[in-house]
């Protein structure tokens, strides 16, 4: 099983980032799949999920900026992040909701400048 995020990048603040994650091994839509991001100094912590049914959630922090869709013929998650904020810095990766330990990947880094 191998999670590729990628699309990451800097940008200014209010900007918007599309994230994309490149799955293998699994079907995304038979599994919860999620975004978490770590800060520096921070812990991981869950910021969306989609679930199989197609519903989602948000921390409160990213609810009505953050989006989280998959495709399910490329078996690729996408979370689209608008109104960006410099506290949304972060590494953020993909996994499953609960993730499992050997999905983890090498994330992809998001900067938001003020």
């Known amino acids: 099983v191998q999670l590729q995020a990628s699309g990451g990048g800097l940008v200014q603040a209010g900007g918007s980032l599309t994230l994309s994650c490149a799955v293998s091994?699994?079907?995304?839509?038979?599994?919860?799949m999620a975004w978490y991001r770590q800060a520096p100094g921070k812990q991981r912590e869950l910021v969306a999920a989609i679930y199989t049914a197609g519903g989602d959630y948000y921390i409160d922090s990213v609810k009505g900026r953050f989006t989280v869709s998959r495709d399910n013929a490329k078996n690729t998650v996408f979370v689209r992040m608008a109104n960006l904020k410099p506290e949304d810095t972060a590494v953020y990766y993909c996994?499953?909701?609960?993730?499992?330990?050997?999905?983890w990947g090498q994330g992809t880094q998001v900067t938001v400048s003020s």
């Open positions: 091994g699994i079907l995304v839509n038979f599994n919860t």
């Open positions: 996994n499953t909701d609960p993730p499992e330990q050997l999905y």
